[in-house]
């Protein structure tokens, strides 16, 4: 039987939607930006069928016949749009899946497990408690205890750590939102190009402006960002609605040298697209450090 995990890429270099858009500047631009059009809906009649059937495997031949186009170069259309292969997109979608299902329902994590295209229980925790930050039994009782309080003990801990990397920063930048909301903007180091796990380092503003961030390792790291709106349910913080959230990413990748990043950043949010790799971010596992 086959596994709807089977496939694995292996990820060779990152690039960003907005680097995609630049790979269509030329003389031609009218064509140019014609053909990233389609390809755009191409990606996005791709993310919306494998959504109707997260249950089933899906392979790259499955995808590349949904948006007409070859096998060959539907991998690199793909990763040109959102930024990621299409098997680690199309894995974070059932990750998110398993977070809604185990928010909102009583299913056991077996039948979710299967639910989300999983045959093996093992490999789903595993996976789930790698990119999530928490086991799927922890996520679920982390919900059981989430309340108003446990959200601003969370801002006050972000806002602490962000005080203390305005004496050892590693990393600075500014955030900017056209139409800034009332929510917390939180500031994500990431070791690759989607916001799962637990960051390396991270800042919370409320308001966009600047932030710091370290100090961190060395290394080659990724900035991510998202704009949350003030809920009246806390869970939305656990499973935040792409409706609501602003997100950005930084222009390009972040090379921390000696303690350093070699220049500053800067992160302009926006909404969520569809094309955006669904959100992992690495929250219910600091809050859970909060609540400890």
Known sequence: MRQAEALSDKQTGVSSPAEGQALYDSPNSACRADTLESHRRAVERVITDARERLCEPISLQDMSRVAYISTFHFNRVFHQITGLPPTKFISAMRLDEAKRLLLNTHLSITDICYDVGYNSLGTFTRRFTQQVGLGP?????????????????????????TGRAT?????????????????????????????????????LLMSPGSF?????????YHLLAASLPRLADTLGYLLPDSANLSVGAGNGPV??????????????????????PPLLVSLPFLLADTLK
């Open 137 to 161: 039994r922890e996520f679920r009782y982390l919900a059981e205890r989430i309340t108003p309080a446990s959200v601003e003990s969370l801002c006050a801990h972000y806002a602490e750590l």
């Open 167 to 203: 004496l050892r920063a590693s990393v600075e930048g500014f955030v900017d939102l056209p139409e800034p909301g009332s929510g917390p903007i939180f500031v994500g180091l990431f070791p690759a190009h989607i916001p799962q796990s637990r960051p390396v380092g991270g800042a």
């Open 212 to 220: 710091r961030i370290g100090p961190v390792p060395d290394g080659t």
């Open 255 to 276: 090379i921390v040298r000696q303690g350093r990043a070699s220049a500053r950043s800067n992160i302009f949010l926006r909404p969520m697209l569809l094309t955006d």
